[in-house]
Structures are given as structure tokens and as C-alpha cells.
């Protein structure tokens, strides 16, 4: 019986690594945690029978505190109460799937408690990859990537030597605006940015993907998942997402991994590695798809992808703003604040604003992003004036 924890069990990923333990009899969940979605959780804890749930809002935590007083489930609230399931003793995997960087300081101590990583929050490494993959590697902790394409790569480089890597080929739909000019973005809305033509995920990171800026981050996390420079890492896009990423070696020799979009693949492998469980779903059928195609990402309409690798090159503290200066700007678009461009101009000035640092601590860390938060609170105050 492997005994699983889910920080984000309410999310997209965490809902379908639910789905995948309701499948799965001897996966086990012993402790869930989520951001405020009460009626969410309680409909899970009366499901799954964790010991231990978690809600970052506090007021939230004592609300589902009283709701399942008539289970055996301990209901924990805020930053305490993640960092308590990241440590408990009877958990062996640990599943990150919690949206934003609160996500940091839980990873850190269940890799310090030995616990293995499936990692889907993107912000542990984008701002902290220098703490994390060290850690990672002292504590012998390993660190399962659960994002399409990072899980793809890390296939594709499996029984290999990495050494001999020559080329990240990171693969990217394009996003549902690929093909169009920038002139064409202004009067993008909130309803157009969300139709995905491929993939089924959460809000925020369907607004990523249509600005490219979800490419970067992985991009910034894959330069810490397999310690390959930014310069070998190369974003291809591929509208059928059907191949979800490839590895070059230096013999000129590609490995691809490929499957149908669906995240639960990914997350499956993750758990259960280095073993493959059936899992129910389409299949690629190779007549009925009978083509595949590449293009070149445009970065100059499209630029959370060229921000990232000007992120990466400024300095280890630089991603952080990008990351939080494009969570607060996509919030603002997702609320029909701002234009669809102008998450890009919030980004990009944040970015200017900031002096970059290496090596930054945690403390340094959340001391970037509220930096970058003001930042944009301030700008978007005097752009609606």
C-alpha cells in the first residue's frame, strides 16, 4: 500500500491523482490539503478517509473543522498545516500540485523528512530550483516531475546517460491564438484565452499557455530537473500534442515520448515509478492522426517566452519576479481588469524594476515576489486612472 499526501487535492492535477487512486487499490491517501474550496475537500475527506486535512485560509480550516467533526479526519489550517503533512511520518509520497509559492517551504521539509517528490507546482523550482535539486540530491530524494513535458523528458532520458544529452526539445501547443499577430491581441477576452484546443487544465495555467508564459516556466524548470543550460533547451511548437517532449543526444539519436493530452498519464507514472499500471483512455491511433507537425515559436508576439530566458540569464532571483509579477497580472486579466497585452507590459516592468541577485534565500525569495506584487498593484493603479 503506497500512502500518498496531495497539497492542491482540490485542483486540476489534484482531482485527477484522485481519480487515479480511485483506480488503484493499493494507492492509499493520508493527507489532503487545498487553498479555501470547503465543500470541495469535505466531499474528498468523506471519500478518501485522510488522517489529516488542510486549508491554507484559516477561517476556511475552522469552517471544514466543524463540517467533518462526525469523521476521524484532524483538520489543520495555514502554512503549519502543510509543513505538518510534508512531515508525517506514514507518508511516502508527497504530491505538490498547490498553485503558487506557498508551496516552497512544504516541498523543502518533506524532502528534508525523505519523502518523494511528484512535483507539479512550478514554482518550487522556477524561484528555487538552487535550493530544491541540491536538497533533493543530499537527502537522496527523488523528484518526479508530473508535468507533461517534464515527465516526457525525464522518459525520454530514462536508462540513459545524461551526459551525453545534447538537446531539450520542450514541445508546446502554441496555445489557442497561435498563428495570430500581436495587433490581433488587443481585443482578446477572458472566455477566448480559456478555450485550450488540447488540454483540460486550470484556469491560470490555460491563461499561460496562451501567452506562452507557461512555456518559460518550464523552461526554467527544466534547466533544474535535468541540469541542462538554458541554451540547450529548445521550445518547439507542435499544435497536435501529441509528442510531449524529446531529448537529443549528442550521436544526433532523438527520444520522444508520446501519448494522448491527458495529464493522468503523467501523474500515474509519477506514483507509481519506475513501474506502468493500466490506465483506461484513448489511444493514439496513428492512421487517424496520419500527420504531425513543427513550428517555430513566435517570441516576439508571444513574449512570456522570451521574458523567461531574459529571466534566466539576469539572475536566480529574476524568475521569481517573472513568475510572480505574471500570477498578479493574469489575475487581473482573468478579473477583465486589464487587456490581454497588457500582462506582458506588467510583466516586463516589473522585471526592469528589480535587481537581480543570485542564490537568494527563501526569506529573499518571498521578499522578490512581494516586491513584484507592489509593483503591480502601483502600475495598475496609475494605468486606470
Not at 509543513?83 to 511516502?92: H, K, S
Not at 523528484?143 to 551525453?164: C, T, W, Y
Not at 500515474?268 to 483512455?281: E, S, V
Amino acid at each position: 500500500m503506497k500512502k500518498t499526501g496531495i497539497l492542491g487535492s482540490t485542483g486540476s492535477i489534484g482531482t485527477q491523482t484522485l481519480e487515479i487512486v480511485r483506480n488503484n487499490s493499493d494507492l492509499q491517501v493520508t493527507a489532503l490539503a487545498a487553498g479555501s474550496n470547503v465543500k470541495k475537500i469535505e466531499e474528498q475527506i468523506r471519500e478518501f478517509s485522510p488522517r489529516l486535512a488542510v486549508l491554507f485560509d484559516e477561517e476556511a480550516a475552522r469552517e471544514l473543522r466543524l463540517r467533518v467533526a462526525d469523521t476521524k479526519t484532524e483538520v489543520l489550517g495555514g502554512m503549519e498545516g502543510l509543513l505538518e503533512i510534508a512531515v508525517m511520518e506514514e507518508m511516502e509520497v508527497l504530491v505538490t500540485a498547490i498553485v503558487g509559492m506557498i508551496g516552497i517551504r512544504p516541498t523543502i521539509a518533506a524532502i528534508e523528512a525523505g519523502k518523494t517528490i511528484a512535483l507539479a507546482n512550478k514554482e518550487t523550482l522556477v524561484t528555487a530550483g538552487h535550493i530544491i535539486m541540491p536538497l533533493a540530491k543530499k537527502n537522496n530524494v527523488s523528484i518526479l516531475p508530473v508535468d507533461s513535458e517534464h515527465s516526457a523528458i525525464f522518459q525520454s532520458m530514462h536508462g540513459e546517460n545524461k551526459s551525453r544529452v545534447s538537446k531539450i526539445l520542450l514541445t508546446a501547443s502554441g496555445g489557442p491564438f497561435r498563428g495570430r499577430k500581436k495587433e490581433e491581441l488587443a481585443d482578446i477576452t477572458v472566455e477566448d484565452a480559456l478555450k485550450h484546443p488540447n488540454w483540460s487544465m486550470g484556469r491560470k495555467i490555460t491563461v499561460d499557455s496562451s501567452t506562452l508564459v507557461n512555456k518559460g516556466l518550464e523552461v526554467i524548470e527544466a534547466k533544474w530537473l535535468f541540469d541542462v543550460p538554458p541554451e540547450k533547451i529548445q521550445v518547439v511548437v507542435h499544435p497536435q500534442s501529441i509528442i510531449h517532449s524529446m531529448v537529443e543526444y549528442v550521436d544526433g539519436g532523438i527520444m520522444a515520448q508520446l501519448g494522448m493530452p491527458d495529464m493522468k498519464l503523467p501523474i500515474q507514472y509519477a506514483l507509481f515509478y519506475p513501474d506502468r499500471r493500466p490506465m483506461d483512455g484513448k489511444r493514439v491511433d496513428f492512421f487517424e492522426l496520419s500527420s504531425i507537425t513543427f513550428e517555430k515559436p513566435d517570441m516576439e508576439t508571444f513574449k512570456g517566452l522570451a521574458l523567461a530566458y531574459e529571466a534566466i540569464k539576469a539572475g536566480e532571483s529574476m524568475p521569481t519576479v517573472y513568475n510572480a509579477a505574471n500570477e498578479r497580472a493574469v489575475a487581473l486579466f482573468l478579473d477583465k481588469k486589464i487587456r490581454f497585452p497588457e500582462i506582458y507590459e506588467l510583466i516586463e516592468g516589473a522585471m526592469g524594476n528589480h535587481k537581480a541577485a543570485d542564490a537568494p534565500s527563501v526569506e529573499e525569495i518571498l521578499g522578490a515576489e512581494a516586491e513584484a506584487y507592489e509593483y503591480i498593484n502601483i502600475r495598475y493603479q496609475k494605468m486606470h486612472r
